[in-house]
Protein backbone atom coordinates (compact mmCIF):
# COMPACT_ATOMS: atom_id res chain seq x y z
CA UNK A 1 0.00 0.00 0.00
CA UNK A 2 1.52 3.25 -1.30
CA UNK A 3 2.23 6.20 1.90
CA UNK A 4 -0.44 8.27 2.34
CA UNK A 5 -0.36 11.99 2.50
CA UNK A 6 -1.94 13.78 5.32
CA UNK A 7 -3.28 17.27 4.50
CA UNK A 8 -3.61 20.21 6.57
CA UNK A 9 -6.27 19.18 8.99
CA UNK A 10 -5.41 15.33 9.60
CA UNK A 11 -6.76 13.99 6.73
CA UNK A 12 -5.75 11.70 4.78
CA UNK A 13 -5.85 10.90 0.94
CA UNK A 14 -4.73 7.75 -1.29
CA UNK A 15 -2.27 8.80 -3.87
CA UNK A 16 -4.36 7.35 -6.35
CA UNK A 17 -7.07 9.53 -4.91
CA UNK A 18 -5.55 12.44 -5.67
CA UNK A 19 -4.53 11.98 -9.08
CA UNK A 20 -8.55 11.29 -10.11
CA UNK A 21 -8.98 15.04 -8.51
CA UNK A 22 -9.90 17.20 -11.38
CA UNK A 23 -7.62 20.64 -11.05
CA UNK A 24 -9.62 23.47 -9.36
CA UNK A 25 -11.22 25.76 -11.50
CA UNK A 26 -9.96 29.13 -12.40
CA UNK A 27 -10.53 32.17 -9.94
CA UNK A 28 -11.84 34.34 -12.82
CA UNK A 29 -14.44 30.98 -13.86
CA UNK A 30 -15.36 30.70 -9.88
CA UNK A 31 -16.08 34.76 -9.84
CA UNK A 32 -18.38 34.85 -12.68
CA UNK A 33 -20.30 31.71 -11.72
CA UNK A 34 -20.49 33.48 -8.36
CA UNK A 35 -21.92 36.67 -10.32
CA UNK A 36 -24.11 35.18 -12.73
CA UNK A 37 -26.12 33.27 -9.31
CA UNK A 38 -26.07 36.25 -7.47
CA UNK A 39 -28.03 38.03 -10.34
CA UNK A 40 -30.30 34.99 -11.20
CA UNK A 41 -31.27 34.42 -7.98
CA UNK A 42 -31.73 38.75 -7.57
CA UNK A 43 -33.71 38.39 -10.70
CA UNK A 44 -35.78 35.84 -9.28
CA UNK A 45 -36.23 37.80 -6.16
CA UNK A 46 -37.79 40.94 -7.71
CA UNK A 47 -41.07 42.37 -6.47
CA UNK A 48 -43.25 42.75 -9.10
CA UNK A 49 -44.43 46.21 -9.74
CA UNK A 50 -48.37 47.00 -9.25
CA UNK A 51 -49.94 46.54 -12.49
CA UNK A 52 -53.20 48.81 -10.80
CA UNK A 53 -51.53 51.97 -10.47
CA UNK A 54 -53.59 55.15 -11.72
CA UNK A 55 -52.65 57.29 -14.43
CA UNK A 56 -50.15 60.64 -12.97
CA UNK A 57 -52.05 63.69 -13.44
CA UNK A 58 -51.01 66.45 -15.89
CA UNK A 59 -49.40 69.60 -14.96
CA UNK A 60 -50.74 72.40 -16.08
CA UNK A 61 -48.46 75.73 -17.13
CA UNK A 62 -49.06 79.24 -17.21
CA UNK A 63 -51.36 80.02 -20.16
CA UNK A 64 -52.97 82.48 -19.76
CA UNK A 65 -51.97 85.03 -22.38
CA UNK A 66 -55.91 85.27 -24.06
CA UNK A 67 -56.96 86.18 -20.48
CA UNK A 68 -54.38 88.67 -19.73
CA UNK A 69 -53.88 90.15 -23.24
CA UNK A 70 -57.77 91.46 -23.52
CA UNK A 71 -56.87 93.15 -20.62
CA UNK A 72 -53.34 94.85 -21.17
CA UNK A 73 -55.18 97.39 -23.59
CA UNK A 74 -53.59 101.14 -22.94
CA UNK A 75 -54.69 102.22 -19.71
CA UNK A 76 -53.70 106.03 -18.45
CA UNK A 77 -50.56 106.10 -16.63
CA UNK A 78 -49.14 102.99 -18.91
CA UNK A 79 -44.96 103.77 -19.57
CA UNK A 80 -43.01 101.85 -18.02
CA UNK A 81 -41.87 98.07 -19.66
CA UNK A 82 -39.21 97.27 -17.13
CA UNK A 83 -39.93 97.67 -12.71
CA UNK A 84 -37.43 98.94 -10.30
CA UNK A 85 -36.49 96.65 -7.63
CA UNK A 86 -37.49 96.46 -5.19
CA UNK A 87 -40.74 96.76 -6.62
CA UNK A 88 -42.06 99.09 -3.60
CA UNK A 89 -39.59 101.79 -3.97
CA UNK A 90 -41.76 102.52 -7.56
CA UNK A 91 -44.15 104.33 -5.40
CA UNK A 92 -41.21 106.46 -4.10
CA UNK A 93 -42.35 107.01 -0.32
CA UNK A 94 -39.09 106.70 1.60
CA UNK A 95 -41.29 106.01 4.54
CA UNK A 96 -42.85 102.77 3.64
CA UNK A 97 -39.23 101.65 2.23
CA UNK A 98 -38.00 101.99 5.99
CA UNK A 99 -41.18 100.44 7.16
CA UNK A 100 -40.81 97.03 4.39
CA UNK A 101 -37.41 96.61 5.42
CA UNK A 102 -38.06 96.83 9.06
CA UNK A 103 -40.83 94.37 8.36
CA UNK A 104 -38.19 92.03 6.72
CA UNK A 105 -35.79 92.00 9.26
CA UNK A 106 -38.18 91.85 12.40
CA UNK A 107 -41.31 89.54 11.59
CA UNK A 108 -41.62 86.29 13.20
CA UNK A 109 -42.85 84.68 9.93
CA UNK A 110 -40.28 85.37 7.51
CA UNK A 111 -37.96 83.69 10.67
CA UNK A 112 -40.13 81.22 10.92
CA UNK A 113 -39.56 80.47 6.98
CA UNK A 114 -35.81 81.03 7.21
CA UNK A 115 -35.82 78.13 10.10
CA UNK A 116 -37.41 75.79 7.35
CA UNK A 117 -35.24 76.54 4.48
CA UNK A 118 -32.22 76.07 7.00
CA UNK A 119 -33.96 72.57 7.81
CA UNK A 120 -34.36 71.61 4.54
CA UNK A 121 -30.91 72.19 4.01
CA UNK A 122 -29.95 69.97 6.63
CA UNK A 123 -31.88 67.20 5.17
CA UNK A 124 -30.55 67.50 2.05
CA UNK A 125 -27.56 67.40 3.28
CA UNK A 126 -28.25 64.45 5.14
CA UNK A 127 -29.76 62.50 2.16
CA UNK A 128 -25.96 63.00 0.23
CA UNK A 129 -24.41 61.77 3.30
CA UNK A 130 -27.29 58.51 3.60
CA UNK A 131 -25.82 57.89 -0.30
CA UNK A 132 -22.64 57.58 0.72
CA UNK A 133 -20.35 55.23 2.04
CA UNK A 134 -21.50 54.55 5.55
CA UNK A 135 -19.05 54.22 8.55
CA UNK A 136 -19.80 52.85 12.26
CA UNK A 137 -17.32 52.86 15.43
CA UNK A 138 -17.89 50.50 17.92
CA UNK A 139 -16.16 49.75 21.16
CA UNK A 140 -17.66 46.77 23.68
CA UNK A 141 -15.96 45.27 27.13
CA UNK A 142 -18.33 42.64 28.48
CA UNK A 143 -17.76 39.99 31.24
CA UNK A 144 -18.96 36.98 30.65
CA UNK A 145 -19.30 33.61 31.84
CA UNK A 146 -19.43 30.75 28.59
CA UNK A 147 -21.57 27.60 29.50
CA UNK A 148 -20.27 23.91 30.57
CA UNK A 149 -22.70 22.18 28.44
CA UNK A 150 -22.48 24.71 25.15
CA UNK A 151 -20.14 24.65 22.11
CA UNK A 152 -16.75 24.89 24.42
CA UNK A 153 -16.37 22.34 27.01
CA UNK A 154 -14.19 22.17 29.57
CA UNK A 155 -12.19 23.78 30.89
CA UNK A 156 -13.25 26.70 28.39
CA UNK A 157 -16.72 26.47 29.37
CA UNK A 158 -17.51 27.30 32.95
CA UNK A 159 -14.41 29.91 32.72
CA UNK A 160 -15.16 33.83 33.02
CA UNK A 161 -13.77 35.96 30.46
CA UNK A 162 -13.69 39.88 30.15
CA UNK A 163 -14.19 40.02 26.43
CA UNK A 164 -12.87 43.66 24.57
CA UNK A 165 -14.00 44.47 20.83
CA UNK A 166 -13.00 47.68 18.57
CA UNK A 167 -14.71 47.41 15.61
CA UNK A 168 -14.15 50.10 12.50
CA UNK A 169 -16.78 48.80 9.82
CA UNK A 170 -17.54 50.52 6.45
CA UNK A 171 -21.28 49.94 4.13
CA UNK A 172 -21.30 51.19 0.80
CA UNK A 173 -24.86 50.71 -1.39
CA UNK A 174 -24.43 50.25 -4.98
CA UNK A 175 -27.76 51.76 -5.52
CA UNK A 176 -28.35 50.00 -8.75
CA UNK A 177 -31.83 51.37 -9.61
CA UNK A 178 -31.45 55.05 -8.45
CA UNK A 179 -33.25 54.81 -5.46
CA UNK A 180 -30.48 57.07 -2.71
CA UNK A 181 -30.11 59.36 -6.04
CA UNK A 182 -34.00 59.73 -6.39
CA UNK A 183 -33.84 60.70 -2.65
CA UNK A 184 -31.13 62.83 -3.09
CA UNK A 185 -33.32 65.07 -5.79
CA UNK A 186 -36.01 64.56 -3.81
CA UNK A 187 -34.29 66.35 -0.96
CA UNK A 188 -32.70 69.56 -3.40
CA UNK A 189 -36.18 69.72 -4.47
CA UNK A 190 -37.58 70.38 -0.98
CA UNK A 191 -34.49 72.41 -0.18
CA UNK A 192 -36.03 74.60 -3.29
CA UNK A 193 -39.51 74.60 -2.77
CA UNK A 194 -38.52 75.98 1.17
CA UNK A 195 -36.54 79.03 -0.39
CA UNK A 196 -39.47 79.66 -2.77
CA UNK A 197 -41.98 79.61 0.59
CA UNK A 198 -39.41 81.89 2.02
CA UNK A 199 -39.54 84.36 -0.81
CA UNK A 200 -42.97 84.16 -1.38
CA UNK A 201 -42.89 85.20 2.76
CA UNK A 202 -41.20 88.08 2.05
CA UNK A 203 -43.17 89.39 -0.87
CA UNK A 204 -46.83 89.17 1.59
CA UNK A 205 -45.14 90.39 4.09
CA UNK A 206 -44.06 93.75 1.63
CA UNK A 207 -47.18 93.79 0.59
CA UNK A 208 -49.29 93.64 3.37
CA UNK A 209 -47.02 96.53 4.76
CA UNK A 210 -47.50 98.26 1.81
CA UNK A 211 -51.50 98.00 1.21
CA UNK A 212 -51.42 98.50 5.04
CA UNK A 213 -49.42 101.74 4.85
CA UNK A 214 -51.75 103.65 2.16
CA UNK A 215 -54.51 102.12 4.32
CA UNK A 216 -53.64 104.29 7.01
CA UNK A 217 -52.37 107.03 4.73
CA UNK A 218 -56.27 107.32 3.36
CA UNK A 219 -57.92 106.89 6.99
CA UNK A 220 -55.44 109.97 8.20
CA UNK A 221 -56.48 111.89 5.34
CA UNK A 222 -60.07 111.28 5.55
CA UNK A 223 -60.46 111.70 9.53
CA UNK A 224 -59.09 115.63 8.80
CA UNK A 225 -61.48 116.31 5.84
CA UNK A 226 -64.34 114.64 7.84
CA UNK A 227 -63.63 117.23 10.94
CA UNK A 228 -62.87 120.17 8.58
CA UNK A 229 -66.48 118.75 7.32
CA UNK A 230 -68.13 118.70 10.23
CA UNK A 231 -66.83 122.09 11.13
CA UNK A 232 -68.21 123.65 8.16
CA UNK A 233 -71.88 121.85 9.02
CA UNK A 234 -71.73 123.47 12.73
CA UNK A 235 -71.52 126.98 10.80
CA UNK A 236 -74.34 125.98 8.64
CA UNK A 237 -76.20 124.70 11.51
CA UNK A 238 -75.64 127.58 13.76
CA UNK A 239 -76.49 129.96 11.15
CA UNK A 240 -79.84 128.11 10.01
CA UNK A 241 -80.42 127.94 13.63
CA UNK A 242 -80.17 132.03 13.98
CA UNK A 243 -82.50 132.41 10.86
CA UNK A 244 -84.66 129.94 12.15
CA UNK A 245 -84.89 131.78 15.87
CA UNK A 246 -85.71 135.34 13.79
CA UNK A 247 -88.44 133.21 11.88
CA UNK A 248 -86.87 134.13 8.30
CA UNK A 249 -86.65 130.02 8.02
CA UNK A 250 -88.64 126.94 8.31
CA UNK A 251 -87.82 123.81 10.67
CA UNK A 252 -86.90 121.55 7.64
CA UNK A 253 -83.49 123.18 6.41
CA UNK A 254 -82.44 122.99 10.41
CA UNK A 255 -83.51 119.30 10.61
CA UNK A 256 -81.71 118.41 7.53
CA UNK A 257 -78.25 120.62 8.72
CA UNK A 258 -78.78 118.31 12.12
CA UNK A 259 -78.83 115.06 10.14
CA UNK A 260 -75.80 116.48 8.06
CA UNK A 261 -73.89 116.77 11.69
CA UNK A 262 -75.32 113.06 12.75
CA UNK A 263 -73.27 111.68 9.52
CA UNK A 264 -70.67 113.69 10.15
CA UNK A 265 -69.95 112.61 13.73
CA UNK A 266 -70.64 108.87 12.70
CA UNK A 267 -68.12 109.32 9.99
CA UNK A 268 -65.74 110.63 12.24
CA UNK A 269 -66.29 107.74 14.61
CA UNK A 270 -65.62 105.26 11.99
CA UNK A 271 -62.25 106.90 10.53
CA UNK A 272 -61.14 107.18 13.83
CA UNK A 273 -61.72 103.47 14.63
CA UNK A 274 -60.33 102.25 10.98
CA UNK A 275 -57.08 104.50 11.77
CA UNK A 276 -56.98 102.59 15.38
CA UNK A 277 -57.29 99.36 13.42
CA UNK A 278 -54.73 99.90 10.38
CA UNK A 279 -52.30 100.93 13.36
CA UNK A 280 -52.47 97.97 15.20
CA UNK A 281 -52.19 95.95 12.16
CA UNK A 282 -49.12 97.64 11.04
CA UNK A 283 -47.62 97.26 14.43
CA UNK A 284 -47.60 93.61 13.88
CA UNK A 285 -46.67 93.62 10.73
CA UNK A 286 -43.66 94.98 11.92
CA UNK A 287 -43.02 92.65 14.41
CA UNK A 288 -44.53 94.87 17.50
CA UNK A 289 -47.08 94.99 20.03
CA UNK A 290 -50.19 96.58 20.04
CA UNK A 291 -49.07 99.18 22.46
CA UNK A 292 -46.39 100.64 20.04
CA UNK A 293 -48.82 101.39 17.69
CA UNK A 294 -49.43 105.02 18.81
CA UNK A 295 -45.50 105.41 18.23
CA UNK A 296 -45.89 104.79 14.36
CA UNK A 297 -44.99 107.99 12.28
CA UNK A 298 -48.50 109.30 10.45
CA UNK A 299 -48.04 108.34 6.55
CA UNK A 300 -47.85 111.55 4.18
CA UNK A 301 -50.22 112.20 1.74
CA UNK A 302 -50.52 109.45 -0.66
CA UNK A 303 -47.83 109.46 -3.70
CA UNK A 304 -48.73 109.58 -7.48
CA UNK A 305 -49.24 105.74 -8.47
CA UNK A 306 -46.33 104.11 -10.85
CA UNK A 307 -46.48 103.19 -14.10
CA UNK A 308 -47.59 99.89 -14.91
CA UNK A 309 -45.98 98.11 -17.35
CA UNK A 310 -47.36 98.38 -21.22
CA UNK A 311 -48.21 94.43 -20.83
CA UNK A 312 -48.21 91.69 -18.51
CA UNK A 313 -46.03 89.17 -19.37
CA UNK A 314 -47.42 85.59 -18.58
CA UNK A 315 -44.07 84.20 -17.24
CA UNK A 316 -43.72 86.59 -14.26
CA UNK A 317 -47.01 83.79 -12.94
CA UNK A 318 -44.83 80.79 -13.45
CA UNK A 319 -42.04 82.75 -11.51
CA UNK A 320 -44.07 83.43 -8.25
CA UNK A 321 -42.88 82.61 -5.44
CA UNK A 322 -45.76 80.56 -4.36
CA UNK A 323 -46.55 78.63 -7.46
CA UNK A 324 -42.22 77.97 -7.49
CA UNK A 325 -42.34 76.05 -4.27
CA UNK A 326 -45.47 73.78 -5.28
CA UNK A 327 -43.75 72.78 -8.74
CA UNK A 328 -40.96 71.79 -6.35
CA UNK A 329 -42.96 69.96 -4.33
CA UNK A 330 -44.32 68.55 -7.36
CA UNK A 331 -40.93 67.03 -8.18
CA UNK A 332 -40.00 65.79 -4.73
CA UNK A 333 -42.94 64.35 -4.93
CA UNK A 334 -41.90 62.41 -8.07
CA UNK A 335 -38.73 61.36 -6.79
CA UNK A 336 -40.00 59.96 -3.82
CA UNK A 337 -42.32 57.78 -6.19
CA UNK A 338 -38.91 56.68 -8.39
CA UNK A 339 -37.23 55.29 -5.15
CA UNK A 340 -39.88 53.94 -3.77
CA UNK A 341 -40.22 52.08 -7.19
CA UNK A 342 -36.52 50.92 -6.86
CA UNK A 343 -37.29 49.06 -3.40
CA UNK A 344 -39.20 46.63 -5.66
CA UNK A 345 -35.61 45.15 -7.28
CA UNK A 346 -32.58 43.65 -5.20
CA UNK A 347 -29.74 45.64 -4.48
CA UNK A 348 -26.49 45.02 -3.10
CA UNK A 349 -24.23 46.84 -0.20
CA UNK A 350 -20.64 46.22 0.16
CA UNK A 351 -19.49 45.70 3.89
CA UNK A 352 -16.35 45.21 5.22
CA UNK A 353 -14.90 45.70 8.91
CA UNK A 354 -11.58 45.64 10.53
CA UNK A 355 -11.56 45.66 14.31
CA UNK A 356 -9.54 44.05 17.27
CA UNK A 357 -11.35 41.14 19.41
CA UNK A 358 -9.66 39.66 23.18
CA UNK A 359 -11.09 37.56 26.06
CA UNK A 360 -7.60 39.27 28.00
CA UNK A 361 -7.64 43.22 27.77
CA UNK A 362 -3.45 43.32 27.72
CA UNK A 363 -3.16 41.12 24.77
CA UNK A 364 -5.36 43.88 22.50
CA UNK A 365 -2.71 45.42 21.06
CA UNK A 366 -1.24 42.53 19.80
CA UNK A 367 -1.24 41.35 16.21
CA UNK A 368 -2.99 37.98 17.23
CA UNK A 369 -6.16 39.97 18.07
CA UNK A 370 -6.49 41.21 14.46
CA UNK A 371 -10.37 40.69 12.84
CA UNK A 372 -11.50 41.57 9.70
CA UNK A 373 -14.46 40.57 7.74
CA UNK A 374 -15.70 41.56 3.92
CA UNK A 375 -18.38 40.33 1.92
CA UNK A 376 -21.50 41.33 -0.04
CA UNK A 377 -25.13 41.39 1.28
CA UNK A 378 -28.15 41.13 -1.30
CA UNK A 379 -31.39 42.76 -0.15
CA UNK A 380 -33.70 40.77 -1.30
CA UNK A 381 -37.66 42.42 -1.94
CA UNK A 382 -40.05 39.77 -3.10
CA UNK A 383 -40.99 38.61 0.95
CA UNK A 384 -42.45 41.99 1.41
CA UNK A 385 -44.49 43.23 -1.63
CA UNK A 386 -47.47 44.39 0.55
CA UNK A 387 -45.68 46.69 2.24
CA UNK A 388 -43.70 47.83 -1.15
CA UNK A 389 -46.97 48.62 -2.70
CA UNK A 390 -48.70 50.41 -0.02
CA UNK A 391 -45.25 52.77 0.26
CA UNK A 392 -45.56 53.42 -3.84
CA UNK A 393 -49.24 53.79 -3.59
CA UNK A 394 -48.93 56.57 -0.60
CA UNK A 395 -45.90 58.44 -2.99
CA UNK A 396 -48.14 58.35 -6.13
CA UNK A 397 -51.17 59.63 -3.59
CA UNK A 398 -48.42 62.21 -2.55
CA UNK A 399 -47.77 63.07 -6.68
CA UNK A 400 -51.46 63.63 -7.20
CA UNK A 401 -51.81 66.41 -4.66
CA UNK A 402 -49.21 67.73 -5.03
CA UNK A 403 -50.42 68.45 -9.10
CA UNK A 404 -53.09 69.31 -7.91
CA UNK A 405 -52.38 72.01 -6.08
CA UNK A 406 -49.75 73.22 -8.67
CA UNK A 407 -52.64 73.35 -10.90
CA UNK A 408 -54.79 75.17 -8.76
CA UNK A 409 -52.11 77.78 -7.59
CA UNK A 410 -51.60 78.28 -11.40
CA UNK A 411 -55.36 78.90 -12.23
CA UNK A 412 -55.01 81.03 -8.85
CA UNK A 413 -52.58 83.25 -10.01
CA UNK A 414 -53.75 83.92 -12.87
CA UNK A 415 -56.90 85.11 -11.85
CA UNK A 416 -55.21 87.13 -9.01
CA UNK A 417 -53.31 88.88 -12.08
CA UNK A 418 -56.48 89.83 -14.25
CA UNK A 419 -58.46 90.69 -10.88
CA UNK A 420 -55.86 93.07 -10.15
CA UNK A 421 -55.52 94.48 -13.49
CA UNK A 422 -58.89 94.81 -13.93
CA UNK A 423 -59.60 97.14 -10.45
CA UNK A 424 -56.62 99.33 -11.96
CA UNK A 425 -58.28 99.47 -15.19
CA UNK A 426 -61.79 101.12 -13.28
CA UNK A 427 -60.33 102.81 -10.68
CA UNK A 428 -58.56 104.65 -13.40
CA UNK A 429 -61.98 105.30 -15.37
CA UNK A 430 -63.16 106.26 -11.77
CA UNK A 431 -60.18 108.25 -10.98
CA UNK A 432 -60.97 110.53 -14.34
CA UNK A 433 -64.70 110.83 -13.21
CA UNK A 434 -63.51 111.99 -9.84
CA UNK A 435 -61.30 114.28 -11.26
CA UNK A 436 -63.97 115.98 -13.25
CA UNK A 437 -66.06 116.48 -10.55
CA UNK A 438 -63.67 117.54 -8.40
CA UNK A 439 -62.72 120.16 -11.06
CA UNK A 440 -67.12 121.14 -11.14
CA UNK A 441 -66.74 121.44 -6.95
CA UNK A 442 -64.43 123.90 -7.04
CA UNK A 443 -65.56 125.93 -10.11
CA UNK A 444 -68.44 126.56 -7.96
CA UNK A 445 -67.26 127.48 -5.47
CA UNK A 446 -65.08 129.99 -7.01
CA UNK A 447 -68.13 131.07 -8.91
CA UNK A 448 -70.18 131.19 -5.51
CA UNK A 449 -67.53 133.27 -4.08
CA UNK A 450 -67.68 135.60 -7.04
CA UNK A 451 -71.68 135.99 -6.24
CA UNK A 452 -71.27 136.40 -2.57
CA UNK A 453 -68.72 139.19 -2.95
CA UNK A 454 -71.46 140.83 -5.69
CA UNK A 455 -74.23 140.40 -2.94
CA UNK A 456 -76.01 137.70 -5.41
CA UNK A 457 -75.32 135.16 -2.87
CA UNK A 458 -75.16 134.37 1.03
CA UNK A 459 -73.68 132.87 3.85
CA UNK A 460 -75.59 129.95 3.20
CA UNK A 461 -74.61 129.44 -0.58
CA UNK A 462 -70.97 129.72 0.69
CA UNK A 463 -70.74 126.73 2.91
CA UNK A 464 -72.54 124.39 1.27
CA UNK A 465 -70.12 125.22 -1.52
CA UNK A 466 -67.34 124.53 1.02
CA UNK A 467 -68.86 121.56 2.29
CA UNK A 468 -69.51 119.87 -1.92
CA UNK A 469 -65.59 120.89 -2.21
CA UNK A 470 -64.50 118.55 0.89
CA UNK A 471 -67.16 116.02 0.45
CA UNK A 472 -65.20 115.78 -3.35
CA UNK A 473 -61.68 115.68 -1.51
CA UNK A 474 -63.11 112.34 0.55
CA UNK A 475 -63.84 110.58 -2.37
CA UNK A 476 -61.45 111.45 -4.40
CA UNK A 477 -58.25 110.73 -1.22
CA UNK A 478 -60.53 107.13 -1.02
CA UNK A 479 -59.85 106.80 -4.94
CA UNK A 480 -56.27 107.22 -4.98
CA UNK A 481 -55.46 105.03 -2.04
CA UNK A 482 -57.86 102.53 -4.04
CA UNK A 483 -55.18 102.51 -7.10
CA UNK A 484 -52.11 102.22 -5.21
CA UNK A 485 -53.19 99.21 -2.86
CA UNK A 486 -54.69 97.79 -6.47
CA UNK A 487 -51.21 98.36 -7.76
CA UNK A 488 -50.08 96.52 -4.78
CA UNK A 489 -52.37 93.64 -5.33
CA UNK A 490 -50.60 93.61 -8.80
CA UNK A 491 -47.38 93.62 -7.83
CA UNK A 492 -47.82 90.89 -5.54
CA UNK A 493 -50.17 88.70 -8.11
CA UNK A 494 -47.05 88.94 -10.70
CA UNK A 495 -44.87 87.69 -8.04
CA UNK A 496 -42.92 90.99 -6.80
CA UNK A 497 -39.39 91.63 -8.62
CA UNK A 498 -38.35 89.20 -10.58
CA UNK A 499 -35.09 88.51 -8.92
CA UNK A 500 -36.84 87.94 -5.89
CA UNK A 501 -39.42 85.38 -7.50
CA UNK A 502 -36.49 82.36 -7.32
CA UNK A 503 -34.75 81.71 -4.02
Known amino acids: ?108 DLAAAQARLAAAGQAERLAALDAGAHYATDVSLSRQRLSEN ?85 RERDLLQARHDLGLDAALPLIDARRKLDYDADLVHRLDYLGHAWRYRLSALLGSDPDHAGALPIPHANPAPPALPASLPVAWLARRPDVAALRSRVEAAAEQSTAAKAEFYPNL ?53 AVAAYNHAVQEAARQGADAYALIASLERRAAAQDQAMQEAVRTRTLVGQRRDAGLAGPLDALEADAAVLGERLNDSEIQAARLRARVALYQALGGDLEDATP
Open 150 to 234: GLYPPPIGGSTYTETQISQGVAYNLDWWGRNRALLRAAGNERRAAGSELAAARLSVAAAVADTYFGLADVDTRLRLARDLEACHV
Open 1 to 108: MGRLQRRRGGRVRPPAAQAAVRPAPARGDAVRRLAAGTLLVGLAACAPLPADLPARPALSTPSADATLANLAAPLPHTAADARPAPWWRAFGAPELDRLIDTALRDQP
Open 349 to 401: DLRLMVGLDTLELGKLLRAGSLTAAAGPALHLPIFNTATLRARLGLREADYAG
